[in-house]
């Protein structure tokens, strides 16, 4: 069993080329007291040719994140059943448009943190082709908002001033906010953080970020949480645009848009974007559209409060790795961007049988591990599918990097990532500070951490960043194109634990209150 922190980190990359093995180890049914009951049928395991221990993994995997979903998820929380239109059609909806507000989400089924507080919001957004779509996005508040000041000379704040701010003040002011964009949480209606009872990435970021006194406001991504859109036809899939990093950008920008028309002053109009692994590349999407001269134009009601990104661990190339999973994972949704792709360019009929279970369970990151990297997935692409016309063009459209952004942009990278390699990282911030030598980035390397503990082994240093960026102290690379650092260890890397190996249990009833020791 891959549990969710595990699952986050064999989930959220563009690379695993270090990985020497293409076989996955038998899973074991967790004894959590609520996995739910999914199971294969016989013509499901017939038809992708799987063996009885892929089956059998297959089935303790899909039970497991099943149970992992607050409420049900998508298709049972009415949260997500959309508004009706009325008057208005499709057509004349705008993206960043409110559709509907969840001003208090019931927290009984979601595992966040004691005195942390959870809104949830449906919205539109639109996809590569311009389409208006619905979405869904979450707002993690904090109990105290974060105080911060921009005074002139661009100095701290005397900390007793800000302290006899906290005391005295009788009503908060708006938090600052963090735009935040995670790592691949799946491709699919019940993949959304929303409906994650620990949203998907709990402590790596969104908690910390909470808890440090920032509103996390985060979107699903189009095709995640809401899968449809209105109408009963099949031309109302959405379909998740899978690593396309400024589509996904515009997704997380028209998601604060509606944020700040359902809550208003309770958010401060400064943000600063962060992501990892897949979100990492939309943060740097983030970047790049704010620079854009159309995205100047499209979000000239947002940039003003634009502060900075932090990257970490960026996907900015799309097809590298291993074949077996990227190529899946993007067939999802490439054909939303391409009509004229099929599986069949890509796949042999037994891969495409594999793809056709994948979509019809709609099977997360660990479903995919077993799937195409079990026993029977040998051979599951055709020979030269890389070198199909779609493989170069939607890497055109979906790469991030080496376009001008607007900075200034903190770059996080382990050099033992095997998911997202140094090497790709570093040769994309070399490329976009050669061909843009004013902007300001600044490449953060740390020596000897993977892929998600690269978040926790820095998270000081981008919490002390993100502060510095909303009290607007100049950034180190001074607008003189990059800078590196490089991070090691106090102690030998070898005593650190290399990953996480637990996760946040739901104990929400009674008969599981021994579970929190702690107490009230």
């Not at 109009?269 to 559209?289: D, K, T």
């Amino acid at each position: 069993m891959i549990h969710p922190s595990k699952a986050i980190v064999a989930i959220c990359f563009a690379g695993l080329a270090s990985l020497t093995s293409a076989q996955t180890t038998p899973t074991a049914e967790q004894s959590t007291g609520f996995n739910s009951t999914f199971a294969l049928t016989p013509a499901q395991i017939a038809a992708a040719n799987l063996s009885a221990a892929e089956a059998a993994s297959l089935n303790n995997v899909v039970r497991f994140d099943r149970s992992q979903l607050a409420n049900g998820g998508p298709y049972e929380d009415d949260f997500y059943t959309l508004p009706p239109l009325s008057n208005k059609t499709t057509g004349s909806l705008q993206p960043g448009t409110l559709l509907n507000t969840q001003a208090f989400t019931d927290l009984s089924a979601f595992t966040i943190p004691p005195n942390t507080a959870l809104s949830r919001i449906l919205y539109t957004t639109r996809t590569y082709n311009g389409t208006v779509v619905p979405a869904s996005a979450f707002i993690l508040w904090p109990f105290t908002p974060r105080h911060v000041t921009a005074p002139a000379g661009n100095q701290r704040a005397q900390s007793n001033d800000d302290r006899q701010r906290y005391f005295t003040a009788a009503k908060p002011a708006g938090a600052p906010v963090v735009l935040w964009s995670y790592g691949t949480s799946g491709f699919f209606g019940t993949a959304a953080p929303s409906c994650h009872r620990a949203l998907w990435y709990g402590d790596a970021a969104p908690f910390a970020l909470a808890l440090a006194g920032y509103a996390v406001v985060a979107s699903d991504y189009a095709g995640l949480g809401i899968s449809e859109a209105w109408g009963n036809s099949n031309n109302t899939k959405i379909q998740h645009q899978y690593l396309m990093s400024r589509v996904s950008a515009r997704d997380g920008l028209y998601a604060l848009r509606a944020a700040r028309a359902a809550f208003g002053e309770k958010l401060d109009e400064r943000f600063v974007a962060m992501g990892h692994s897949q979100g990492g590349g939309v943060a740097w999407g983030v970047a790049e559209v704010l620079q854009e001269p159309e995205g100047k134009a499209e979000f000239g009601d947002l940039a003003p409060g634009y502060r900075g990104t932090v990257a970490g661990s960026p996907t900015t190339q799309v097809f590298t790795g291993w074949p077996s999973l990227i190529a899946p994972f993007v067939s999802s949704g490439i054909g939303s961007v391409f009509p004229s792709f099929k599986l069949a360019d890509w796949f042999t009929p037994a891969g495409a049988a594999r793809v056709a279970l994948f979509r019809e369970i709609e099977g997360g990151i660990s479903a995919a591990l077993q799937l195409f990297l079990g026993d029977g997935s040998a051979q599951l692409l055709k020979e030269g599918w890389d070198e199909t016309w779609h493989v170069e063009a939607y890497s055109k459209l979906a790469n991030a990097g080496r376009r001008p952004f607007r900075g200034p942009m903190l770059v996080l990278q382990g050099t033992e990532d095997v998911y997202v390699p140094y090497s790709i990282t570093n040769a994309t911030v070399a490329a976009t500070c050669a061909a843009h030598p004013n902007s300001e980035l600044e490449f953060l390397v740390v020596n000897g951490t993977g892929h998600v503990p690269t978040l926790d082994a820095t998270r000081q240093i981008w919490l002390d960043w993100i502060q510095d960026r909303f009290e607007e102290k100049p950034a180190a690379a001074g607008g003189k194109g990059c800078k590196r650092t490089e991070l090691s260890s106090l102690l030998p890397v070898g005593q650190y634990l290399k990953v996480g190996n637990a996760f946040a249990q739901w104990a929400g009833t009674p008969e599981y209150s021994y579970q929190v020791p702690l107490g009230p």
